[in-house]
Each structure stands twice: as C-alpha cells, then as structure tokens.
C-alpha cells in the first residue's frame, strides 16, 4: 500500500507560479498529475514515469507546467507557470506501483493504482 500526499496548492494571480509536491509513502513506477474543476470531469493535467525517462502532458498545459521527480525522495513535483483562471481545479497525485504507464495509457485516471487527497489550486483573474 502507497500513501500518497500532495502539498503546494493556493491562491495565485493569473501570470503567477505555484509548485505542489506530491510525497509517496513508497517506490512508484508511474506518478501523474490530475485535476478537476467543480461541475466538471477529471482531466489528466501530467505524468512521469520512474527516473523521469519519460513525461507526457495535457494539451492545455504544455509549455507551461513541468512535472518533476526525486526517486530519492519519492516525491513528484508539478511546477505551474503563467496560470490561468481556468486552471482552478483541485489537482490530485496518482500513481503505480508495479506497472510503467506510458503514452496515451498514462492519461487514464483508472490505469493509477493509487490517489492522494488533493490540493487546491485557485487562480484569480
């Protein structure tokens, strides 16, 4: 069993920065960062696999968000830049233990074996 749990979340202008940390309790294979909005779906925000070998984001925030690892520290990190109103959402960390997702696979919120309780990221206009 793996605890997951996030941290970093607040309240930032649009344009700003917010970094959240994600610490696992245990090794993880594949860590990836999901957001949901009130009144709306979960969407895959980013994900990363073991020694960072690979990573994949979300359309919406390519070449703003960076997802990040310390395998020494089983920690995954999303740094956010040049946020936006629509970027509000609770973003949660989700993770594998035994299977490397990869490519599309990594966006599919079922495929995660486990789930942190999520942060809240508010972005003001």
């Known amino acids: 069993q793996v605890q997951l749990v996030e941290s970093g979340g607040g309240l930032v202008q649009a344009g700003g920065s917010l970094r959240l940390s994600c610490a696992a309790s245990g090794r993880t294979r594949t860590m990836g960062w999901f957001r949901q909005a009130p009144g709306k779906e979960r969407e895959f925000v980013a994900a990363i696999t073991w020694s960072g070998g690979s990573t994949y984001y979300a359309d919406s925030v390519k070449g703003r968000f960076t997802i990040s690892r310390d395998d020494a520290k089983n920690t995954v990190y999303l740094q956010m830049n040049s946020l936006k109103p629509e970027d509000t959402a609770v973003y949660s960390c989700?993770?594998?233990?035994?299977?490397?997702?990869?490519?599309?696979?990594?966006?599919?919120?079922?495929?995660?074996?486990?789930w942190g309780q999520g942060t809240q990221v508010t972005v003001s206009s």
């Open positions: 989700a993770a594998t233990m035994g299977r490397l997702l990869s490519g599309s696979d990594s966006s599919r919120g079922h495929l995660y074996n486990y």
